[in-house]
T-cell receptor
Framework: GAGVSQSPSNKVTEKGKDVELRCDPI?????LYWYRQSLGQGLEFLIY????????KSGLPSDRFSAERTGGSVSTLTIQRTQQEDSAVYLC??????????????FGPGTRLTVL | QKEVEQDPGPLSVPEGAIVSLNCTYSNSAFQYFMWYRQYSRKGPELLMY????GNKEDGRFTAQVDKSSKYISLFIRDSQPSDSATYLC????????????FGAGTRLFVKA
């Protein structure tokens, strides 16, 4: 079956512009995660959605970052007034039910964001 | 200090070598330990999963967990050029919900 898809695969933007990154999780997966991956920094957790529960936004680095998940499926990560330090690969993952410890996360290919 | 420490490498070995990749961690609450493999321009994919201490073997791959030392390892036997990738350790447990903490990843190059 289809895996996690993300779009666009690459995004180049100018400092100060807003960007939207999209994630389509695996059908039937109730949990969805956003991570940021910078060179040599590993995966930095951003936000987590589980079913109809309020999202865990504790990893968002500033109020310029926001995310929503419509209808329990597709998610959009929005970065307002982008800064050069926002340049990174943004990865989305989904899992069956978000029970955490034993619930395998399946990752998309990521969106490579470059802020000039 | 990061919760999970992993040498970013790069690590370069000849084909057929035994590869050892390692991570250390500080949070004793971690109980579930994972290794992900990430090829260039791709997302990470789960390679091995281990609960608590001990060894787990899957083909050419062996995962080891030593909770007393807070140290985990991934061994790759008879390494192949197709094993060239970034390997990320990850761990989770009763640390406050679902969160999985990832290491920085080690870049591995296997030369033919």
């Amino acid at each position: 079956g289809a895996g996690v898809s993300q779009s666009p695969s690459n995004k180049v933007t100018e400092k100060g512009k807003d960007v939207e990154l999209r994630c389509d999780p695996i059908s039937g997966h109730t949990a969805l995660y956003w991570y940021r991956q910078s060179l040599g920094q590993g995966l930095e957790f951003l936000i987590y959605f589980q079913g109809n529960s309020a999202p865990d936004k504790s990893g968002l680095p500033s109020d310029r970052f926001s995310a929503e998940r419509t209808g329990g499926s597709v998610s959009t990560l929005t970065i307002q007034r982008t800064q050069q330090e926002d340049s990174a690969v943004y990865l989305c993952a989904s899992s069956l039910d978000g029970t955490g410890s034993t619930d395998t996360q399946y990752f998309g290919p990521g969106t490579r964001l470059t802020v000039l | 200090q990061k919760e999970v420490e992993q040498d970013p490498g790069p690590l370069s070995v000849p084909e057929g070598a035994i590869v050892s990749l390692n991570c250390t961690y500080s949070n004793s609450a971690f109980q579930y330990f994972m290794w992900y493999r990430q090829y260039s321009r791709k997302g990470p994919e789960l390679l091995m999963y281990t609960y608590s201490s001990g060894n787990k073997e899957d083909g050419r791959f062996t995962a080891q967990v030593d909770k007393s030392s807070k140290y985990i390892s991934l061994f790759i036997r008879d390494s192949q050029p197709s094993d060239s990738a970034t390997y990320l350790c990850a761990m989770s447990g009763n640390t406050g919900g679902f969160k999985t903490i990832f290491g920085a990843g080690t870049r591995l190059f296997v030369k033919a």
